[in-house]
DNA sequence: CCCGAAGTTCGATGATCGTCGAAGTGTTTG
DNA sequence: CAAACACTTCGACGATCATCGAACTTCGGG
């Protein structure tokens, strides 16, 4: 098995660590654009969800989320495409990530 | 009306906001001890909560999640009576609440 | 083969945060 | 009335954070 990206597993995930992920504008509006649009890479995300950001901040946001647990991210040629860890959120969290996505839309999965 | 403590107006909550202030583990603990024991004073929810803090600290937290508009504040005396604002979390962003106090206890409403 | 595109990494900087003790305010109790 | 109680407020402290530009790596296309 060789993966390209580090994730932490789904039983290490922690609430506070979660919100604390959630809890940046700009992070809150990368997972409900995320949500809406599914898999995209980076740049992509940054343009639908209107983020006027460096790309070295960009970057950094995406990597809290990625520790946080949040979302996964798979190597493609020059590209990572990035989804939410859906399964292992609900699993762990049931009822956070819809509920922070918010809108009706949430059924979108 | 005379209140004695101020509290944002329910419209005014900011999902950051409210996820920042729930993102530190005192404060989760507080808001899932405030959740189990129903109303009751700072003393005793850090007493509950097992939280092992000064009182400023404990104080500058309750603050936090009274202007995050997580909790309200009624004074009885010389104590502070402390509630969730169930009503108004679950009206603005419904099932967020019942998520992060996660365990079945949450039906304890 | 080289250049542009896509991201990451590396300081650096200013802002915010969690924590504390000391001092203050108002309340209950002996 | 004085002392104990229940909190809040006020700096102060070290730690973490969001942000940026510059430099670096890796991949894709002419």
């Known amino acids: 098995m060789s993966e390209e990206v580090i994730h932490p597993p789904a039983e290490e995930l922690s609430m ?10 700009a992070r ?18 940054q343009h639908d969800a209107g983020l006027e950001v ?21 190597v493609q040629g020059a590209r990572r495409l990035l989804t939410l860890r859906r399964d292992d ?14 809108p009706e839309l949430a059924a979108s999965r």
Chains 1, 2 share one sequence.
């Open 16 to 25: 506070p660590k979660v919100l604390a992920a959630l809890a940046d504008p």
């Open 28 to 45: 809150l509006a990368t997972v409900r654009t995320l949500a809406r649009v599914g898999e995209s890479s980076c740049g992509q995300i």
């Open 54 to 74: 460096s790309k070295s901040t960009m970057s950094h946001h995406l990597r809290i989320l990625r520790e946080a647990g949040i979302t996964h991210s798979r």
């Open 89 to 102: 959120l609900d699993a762990r969290f049931p009822g956070l990530l819809d509920a922070v996505i918010q």
